[in-house]
C-alpha cells in the first residue's frame, strides 16, 4: 500500500475515534451498576483503546504523526508516572489500578486519559485540527444541555425532577453538570477567537448561552465560585497588561457596579424573590463553616493526619476511603451515616496529598503551572491571541478552583485534558512539523513488516479494550441482574451470583461485597428455606473472605463479615466468635467509627452479654457524646440488663437530641420504661408516635393501660377496643378482662 494513502487512511479512524470521545457525558447504561459512571468509563476506555492501536500504526507509516515534545508533554507525562509509583507504593494496589465500580478513575483510567491527550494533540496540531475538536465538544456539551433541559418537558427523564433547580442531565449529578459546563463556557471562549467565520461565532455564542443558562442552573456553588474568581483575576490580569485607557475606565466602573450588586444581592439573601432566582439563591446562601463544608472539613483535616503518616508517595490514587476509616472523626456521624463514609476528601488539593504524598501534590500542581506558564510565554511571544490567552489560561484557572470543592469523576477528567490537548497544540512547534512533513517522499510500506505489526498491535489493543472495558460491563450488568433477582427469589439468586463471581473482574471486591450485603438482606427477610439460606450465607461468607485476603484494609468489608457471621449465628452458634472477630478487626482499622460498636454491641445483647454492650455503646458515646443513636443503643442495653433508671435517662438524651426512630418497636420501648415507672403521660406519648407509624394491636393495648392509668378511662376504652380488633383471637380474653375493668 502506498504510504499517503495508508496514512491518510489511518489518520481518519484514528480522529473519528478520539472525536467519537468527547460524547463519553452522554453515555447512559441502565442496565449496569452506577449507569451514569460505568458505561461513561467503559465507552472511554474501550474508545481511546482503538484509538491507541490505530495511532500507534500510523506512527509506524509516518513517524511525523509523533507526539511533539513541549514543557506541558513532559510534566503531564511526569504526573502520571508520580501516580504510577503511588500506585505501586501504595496500601492497596489493585484498588489504586481499576478503583471501584462507583468511581472507576484509577490509574488505569488515568492512563486513558493520558493517552487521549497526546493523541487528540498530535493529530489535531494545527488551528484547524483544534477548531475541529473544539467544535465537536461544544456539540457533545450542548447535547448534554439538552439532555437537562428535556426533564422540563419529561419529569423522571434520568431521575430528573422536572424542575430548573438542580439540573443534572446525562451526568446524573448536577455538581458535575455544573462543573463540566463551567469548562465548556471557556473551551467556547477559545474556539470564539480560534475560528472568525461568522456561522461559527454564531454556533459558539448559541451554545454558550444555553450552556451558561443550564450551568446556572445546576447551581454548582464550587463552579460558580470557580467562574467568579476567575473572572476576578483575568479583570486584574487586564487592569495590569492593558494600556487602553477606556478599557480600564469600563473595568473599573464594572467592579464598582458588580460591587454594589453583590452587595445588594448578599443582604437580600433570605428575602423570598431571592429564592427564586436559579444559582444565585446558592451563591449567596453558602456558607464556609455548615452545611457540606463543615464535613469537608473534617475530611481535608483527616487528609492532613494522613499524609504525615506516608508524607512522600502517599497511600495511592482512590486509597483515601483506606485513610479516612483509620484516622475516622466522631464528629462526622452529626452530619448522617451518609457523611461517615468517605472515599474523597473533596479537594483536588488534599486529595492529591493523600494519592501521592508531596510527590503527587508537587506533580498535579506542576501541570497546572505548566500550562499556564508555557501559554503565558507563548503569549509574550505573539503565538497566541491576548484574549484567546486569557480564555486558556482561564480555563485552568476556573478548573483548579471548583476542584478545591469536589473531585474528579469521567466526565470532569475528559474536558480537562480536552483543554490540556487544546494548550499542547499551542505549544508544540506543529506548523514547522507538517510543512517538513509535506516534503516526504511518499514510498511504500513494506507489507510483511506492517502486516506482523499491525497484528500484533491488533491483538493486543483488542485484547485489552476486552479485559479492561467490555467484561466489566458485562460484569457490572450481571451483578445488577443478580440484585434484582435476589430482590424475589433466594435460591434463583445463588447461580446468578456465582456466575458473576466465576467471570473474574478487575472489580471483583465490588461482586463479593455486594454479595456479602445482599447475603445478610435474604437470610433477613425469611422468605426461603433453611437449606438455601445456608447455601447464600456459605457462598457470600467465602467470597467475602476472598475479598479481605485482598484487601484487608476494608473496614467495610469487616463489617459486612460481622453482620453475615450474625445473621449464620442464629442457624448455626458457632458463628458468634467469628463475628466477634470480624467486629474487632474493623475496629482495629477504624477505632472511633460509630456503627462498627452499635453493630457489635448488638450481637452481645443477643448473646446475653448486656454488660459487654452497654460497654461497648459506652465507648461510643464517649467518641463524641452528641450523637443521639449512642445514647439510644446505650439505653436499650441497659433497659435488658434491668437497670432500667439509667436506661431511661438516656432514652431521654436520645429524645432531647431528636433521636429517629428506625422502628415503631423503640417508641413503645421507651413508653414502657416510662411506663414502669408510673409516668403514664410520657408513655401515652411515645405509644402514639409508634401508632403514628403503625398501627399493631399490642400497642394499642399498652396505650390503653397507659390511659387507664392517667385516669382517661374513655380513651381507655377506646384504645382497648381498637385493640381486640386488630389482636388474633387467642389475646381476646385478656383485652376484653381489662376491657370489663375500666368500666
Not at 482499622?589 to 452497654?614: E, H, N, T
Not at 408510673?678 to 407509624?693: C, G, N, P, R, V
Request: glycine share 6%; proline share 3%; aromatic share 18%.
Amino acid at each position: 500500500m502506498n504510504q499517503g494513502k495508508a496514512e491518510r487512511i489511518l489518520l481518519k479512524l484514528v480522529r473519528f475515534f478520539i472525536l467519537a470521545a468527547l460524547f463519553v457525558p452522554l453515555i447512559y447504561t441502565e442496565d449496569t451498576l452506577f449507569p451514569f459512571i460505568v458505561g461513561k468509563i467503559v465507552y472511554f476506555q474501550a474508545v481511546i483503546g482503538i484509538a491507541a492501536g490505530l495511532y500507534l500504526m500510523l506512527v509506524f507509516v509516518n513517524p511525523e504523526w509523533r507526539p511533539r515534545l513541549s514543557l506541558l508533554l513532559k510534566v503531564v507525562f511526569m504526573y502520571i508516572v508520580v501516580l504510577f509509583i503511588s500506585t505501586v507504593m501504595g496500601v492497596d494496589f489493585s484498588r489504586s489500578f481499576w478503583a471501584n465500580f462507583e468511581r472507576m478513575t484509577g490509574w488505569y483510567a488515568l492512563l486513558h486519559y493520558f493517552l487521549f491527550f497526546v493523541i487528540a494533540a498530535s493529530v489535531f496540531p494545527d488551528r484547524a485540527g483544534r477548531t475541529k475538536l473544539l467544535k465537536t465538544m461544544l456539540i457533545a456539551s450542548l447535547l448534554v444541555s439538552f439532555s437537562a433541559l428535556y426533564s422540563l418537558i419529561k419529569p423522571g427523564f434520568l431521575f430528573q425532577m422536572g424542575t430548573l433547580a438542580r439540573l443534572a442531565g446525562s451526568l446524573g449529578n448536577s455538581i458535575y453538570l455544573g462543573n463540566y459546563m463551567l469548562a465548556s463556557l471557556f473551551l467556547a471562549g477559545i474556539l470564539y477567537f480560534e475560528d472568525p467565520r461568522k456561522s461559527s461565532r454564531f454556533f459558539v455564542i448559541l451554545v454558550g448561552i444555553i450552556n451558561f443558562f443550564v450551568f446556572v442552573s445546576a447551581e454548582t456553588r464550587g463552579a460558580m465560585l470557580g467562574l467568579l474568581i476567575t473572572v476576578a483575576i483575568a479583570i486584574f490580569f487586564i487592569l495590569l497588561t492593558t494600556k487602553n485607557k477606556k478599557v480600564r475606565f469600563g473595568i473599573a466602573g464594572s467592579i464598582i457596579i458588580f460591587a454594589f450588586l453583590a452587595g445588594f444581592l448578599y443582604s437580600n439573601r433570605d428575602a423570598g424573590w431571592m429564592q427564586k432566582i436559579p444559582g444565585v439563591r446558592r451563591l449567596v446562601s453558602m456558607s464556609l463553616s455548615g452545611g457540606t463544608m463543615a464535613t469537608r472539613y473534617i475530611a481535608w483535616n483527616i487528609a492532613f493526619d494522613a499524609w504525615k503518616e506516608r508524607p512522600v508517595f502517599g497511600w495511592g490514587p482512590e486509597n483515601f476511603y483506606y485513610a479516612f476509616n483509620k484516622y475516622y472523626n466522631p464528629k462526622s456521624l452529626e452530619f448522617s451515616y451518609y457523611e461517615t463514609w468517605f472515599d474523597r476528601a473533596h479537594n483536588v488539593v488534599f486529595d492529591h496529598l493523600v494519592f501521592g504524598g508531596v510527590f503527587g501534590l508537587l506533580a498535579y500542581l506542576a501541570v497546572y503551572a505548566a500550562a499556564i506558564g508555557s501559554l503565558f510565554k507563548y503569549w509574550r511571544r505573539g503565538g497566541i491571541a491576548y484574549i484567546q490567552f486569557i480564555f486558556a489560561a482561564g480555563f485552568f484557572v476556573a478548573m483548579f478552583v471548583q476542584k478545591l470543592t469536589v473531585f474528579d469523576e469521567p466526565s470532569s477528567y475528559l474536558v480537562f485534558f480536552v483543554g490540556l490537548a487544546c494548550a499542547q497544540t499551542f505549544l508544540a512547534d506543529q506548523n514547522k512539523r507538517l510543512s517538513e512533513k509535506e516534503k516526504l517522499p511518499q514510498k511504500k510500506i513494506g507489507g510483511g513488516v506492517f502486516g506482523v505489526w499491525a497484528l500484533i498491535i491488533l491483538i493486543f489493543f483488542t485484547s485489552l479494550v476486552y479485559f479492561g472495558s467490555i467484561k466489566t460491563l458485562l460484569v457490572s450488568k450481571k451483578l445488577l441482574s443478580a440484585i434484582r433477582i435476589s430482590m424475589s427469589s433466594i435460591s434463583a439468586a445463588i447461580p446468578a451470583y456465582k456466575e458473576v463471581l466465576a467471570m473474574g473482574t478487575a472489580y471483583i471486591k465490588d461482586v463479593e461485597q455486594d454479595y456479602g450485603k445482599e447475603a445478610v438482606r435474604m437470610a433477613q427477610s425469611n422468605s426461603a428455606s433453611k437449606e438455601d439460606i445456608g447455601r447464600v450465607l456459605g457462598a457470600a461468607r467465602d467470597a467475602l473472605q476472598h475479598s479481605l485476603k485482598e484487601h484487608p484494609r476494608d473496614v467495610y468489608g469487616f463489617l459486612l463479615l460481622g453482620q453475615l457471621d450474625f445473621v449464620s449465628a442464629y442457624y448455626d452458634p458457632q458463628y458468634i466468635g467469628e463475628a466477634e472477630w470480624a467486629y474487632s478487626k474493623a475496629a482495629e482499622l477504624s477505632p472511633k467509627r460509630q456503627q462498627i460498636y452499635y453493630d457489635w454491641g448488638k450481637l452481645r445483647l443477643a448473646r446475653q452479654d448486656f454488660i459487654g454492650a452497654s460497654e461497648l455503646y459506652q465507648r461510643a458515646l464517649d467518641f463524641n457524646r452528641n450523637i443521639s443513636d449512642s445514647y439510644w443503643y446505650l439505653g436499650f442495653a441497659q433497659y435488658n440488663s434491668s437497670d432500667k433508671e439509667n436506661a431511661l435517662k438516656n432514652f431521654e438524651e436520645a429524645a432531647r437530641r431528636n433521636y429517629q426512630w428506625k422502628s415503631p418497636y423503640e417508641p413503645v420501648l421507651v413508653g414502657d420504661t416510662y411506663f414502669d415507672f408510673k409516668k403514664y403521660e410520657e408513655a401515652i406519648k411515645y405509644y402514639e408516635i409508634s401508632l403514628a407509624q403503625s398501627e399493631i394491636w399490642v400497642t394499642y393495648f399498652r396505650a390503653a393501660k397507659a390511659y387507664a392509668g392517667a385516669g382517661d378511662r374513655v380513651k381507655a376504652r377506646s384504645y382497648a377496643r381498637k385493640a381486640i380488633e386488630r389482636a388474633p383471637e387467642n389475646e381476646h380474653a385478656d383485652i376484653q378482662k381489662f376491657l370489663n375493668a375500666v368500666k
